[in-house]
Every structure is written in C-alpha cells, then in structure tokens.
C-alpha cells in the first residue's frame, strides 16, 4: 500500500474565501478591461500596422460581433449557434471561408454550414420584435456575403 509521506499542504482562511483573497485590489494585469475587452488598445494595435479603423467593413463586422453577442445573452441563440454564426461573421468580408475551415470547424461543408447557418437564425415566437428583426437581417446579410449574390427573397431567413 502506498502511503503519501509528505502533509497535506497547510491554508489559511483567507485563500479559501475568494472575496478575501483580492480585496479591493484591482487586477494589473488588465485595469481597464470591460467585458468587451480593452477596445481603445485594439484601435491603437491597428492604427499601427495600417488597418483602417473606421472603414465600413469593419463597422460592420463590429456591429454584427456585437449583434450576435446580444442575441447570445438574451438566449435568443444557443452558445454552439453563437459559435457558427460569430464564425460566418468573421469570415463574410472573404466571401466566406473555405471548404477545409468548415470541414475541420464545423465538420460540415459549405452548403450544410449555410443551412446551419439559416437555422440557427430563424426567429423564434418567443424573441421580440426588434430581435427577430435583427436576427433576420443579419441573416440575409451573412447569406448575401457568402453567396456573393443578393438573396432571392428577404424572408428566406424566416422559412428553411
């Protein structure tokens, strides 16, 4: 029978209870860190290596990461939908990734990843208004940059 010779490591009471351990100590590490990250340093970072920082398409895919981060913490989509749909986002202004990125992401190919993609995005009876809204139109956006062609009908979201 094996026996552990050493003692069993001594703690205080203070490192058990998580609030007494930082009390009042902000983090150093990131003090100005909001949930959104640090977002006047990424700005700088870019402005450095010549990406322009106000460009349309980089409005848009900000606007849009920020959409699907409010329909992920109303819950009007599911976190694995956040994730495909935070991925067609990322990947719009290409025209949308290739076949191995899906295929190693998602498993999926490009036409299977566009009907995720639509389920994931049709508007529940329980979203509101303004969220089925959003929901829709971002939709027909992401549809419209992967295809590079217009959509056929606006409510093509709303209906596989």
């Known amino acids: 029978m094996l026996e552990n010779p050493a003692p069993p490591p001594r703690t205080s009471p203070a490192t058990l209870d998580p609030s007494a351990a930082g009390a009042g100590v902000p983090c150093r590490a990131h003090p100005e860190r909001t949930r959104i990250g ?6 700088r970072r870019a402005a450095r290596i010549g990406v322009p920082t106000d460009s349309p ?7 849009s ?3 699907c981060d409010l329909l992920a913490s109303v819950h009007s989509i599911s976190p694995s939908d956040r994730a495909l749909v935070a991925f067609a986002i990322e990947w719009a202004p290409y025209g949308g990734a290739d076949t ?3 295929f190693i992401k998602f498993g999926a190919q490009r036409n299977r990843f566009l009907h995720l993609l639509q389920a994931a995005m049709i508007p529940r009876p329980s979203d509101l208004g303004h969220l089925r809204n959003l929901k829709t139109t971002l939709c027909n956006d992401l549809l419209r940059a992967w295809n590079d062609t ?7 979201c709303r209906r596989l």
């Open 38 to 43: 640090n977002r006047p340093a990424r700005r």
């Open 57 to 63: 398409e980089l409005n848009w895919l900000r606007q």
């Open 65 to 67: 990461l920020r959409a």
């Open 100 to 102: 191995e990125d899906l």
């Open 150 to 156: 217009p959509p056929h009908n606006e409510k093509q």
